[in-house]
């Protein structure tokens, strides 16, 4: 066997010290369990060591920040990846979108059927083809959150029409690039209405800061 194929699969350890960087509390007894759960399938050397490849690093990464980003149960990113090895393409060619269904998004938010039914009631959230993104996911993650200090999704219908305000502002800047039909003007329209959104949330933090201030006497 050549030293090409040798260093085509690493040690276990070998795959620890490669992944501690970005995810300083993974372990052998993690990396293990995610093998238990059957979310990777390492080869085996004839005496029964574990042999990694760089593949098997890939989506142990996808894995990792699935979890610690996104906050999503082994079993939605199990699912996730089953769906994505039917296509024509690897881990390592980015990550799957996020579509939950209904239990999976109310579980990997934290909230009940009924936060649920009322986010979508009120226009926060609507699932595509019944399925919900990465977006619903925030948004649900957010409301849930926002319902600890007593502020329910019929609360946050303001924030809705605010948002919908300022989209408008952003489609009636790239209007323009948007009629040149030239090429890369989607591209330019796009980075375009990326800066422009970036720059409303600073101004929405901080004249928000100010309002706070205000309402507190300081």
């Excluded at 350890?13 to 238990?36: M, Y």
């Excluded at 039917?86 to 909230?111: D, F, K, N, Q, Y």
């Amino acid at each position: 066997m050549s030293a090409q194929a040798v260093r085509a699969f690493m040690s276990i350890g070998e795959v620890l010290a490669l992944l501690q960087s970005e995810f300083p509390d993974v372990t052998v007894s993690k990396i293990r369990f995610l093998e238990g759960e059957g979310l990777i399938e390492p080869q085996r050397s004839p005496s029964g060591y574990r042999k990694f490849t760089f593949n098997d690093v890939e989506r142990l990464r996808y894995i990792l920040r699935a979890q610690r980003d996104q906050y999503l149960p082994l079993r939605v990113i199990k699912d996730q990846l089953d769906e994505q090895a039917a296509r024509p393409h690897s881990v390592s060619g980015g990550a799957p979108p996020v579509r939950l269904s209904r239990e999976e998004l109310i579980e990997a938010a934290g909230i009940d059927e009924e936060t649920l039914a009322e986010m979508e009631s009120f226009g926060l959230v609507a699932p595509v083809a019944r399925r919900y993104d990465g977006e619903a996911l925030e948004i649900a993650r957010s409301v849930g959150a926002l319902a600890r200090f007593g502020l329910q999704a019929r609360h946050l219908r303001a924030v809705r029409a605010a948002v919908e305000r300022e989209a408008g502002l952003i489609e009636q800047a790239v209007a323009p690039l948007l009629r040149r039909k030239a090429p890369g003007a989607i591209a330019e329209a796009d980075e375009t209405a990326r800066e422009i959104s970036g720059l409303l949330q600073e101004l929405h933090s901080a004249l928000l800061r100010g309002s706070v201030r205000g309402v507190l006497g300081r």
